[in-house]
């Protein structure tokens, strides 16, 4: 059982910067994979990126590449998401999760989070 609680959510200006974290508990952290999907208000949950259980592969969805950066540190059983040159349609809640070959799709997600609001003005 892996539990996931996401902080560093808010509002920010269009342009500006957050660092979502992402706390895991449990002893198997390493195991898993990791991402970030977020979703908007009426809209499906979107994949972000993702992390391999070493944090040695990375991978983004399209629009996220070249703003957004995953990290993660095992030893703290912490995933980050540092976001930057944010837009307003970077609004959305954003969850982290955790699975075994995780990937872009939903049903590949075994763990997720709460979630953090993250909202983006112009």
């Known amino acids: 059982q892996v539990q996931l609680v996401e902080s560093g959510g808010g509002l920010v200006q269009a342009g500006g910067s957050l660092r979502l974290s992402c706390a895991a508990s449990?002893?198997?952290?390493?195991?898993?994979?990791m991402g970030w999907f977020r979703q908007a208000p009426g809209k499906d949950r979107d994949f972000v990126a993702r992390?391999?259980?070493?944090?040695?592969?990375?991978y983004y969805a399209d629009s996220m590449k070249g703003r957004f950066t995953i990290s993660r540190d095992n030893a703290k059983n912490t995933v980050y998401l540092q976001m930057s040159s944010l837009k307003p349609e970077d609004t959305a809640v954003y969850y982290c999760?955790?699975?075994?070959?995780?990937?872009?799709?939903?049903?590949?997600?075994?763990?997720w989070g709460q979630g953090t609001q993250v909202t983006v003005s112009s």
């Open positions: 999760a955790a699975g075994i070959g995780l990937s872009a799709i939903v049903t590949s997600v075994r763990y």
């Open positions: 449990g002893r198997t952290f390493s195991s898993y994979d």
């Open positions: 992390i391999s259980s070493t944090g040695g592969a990375t």
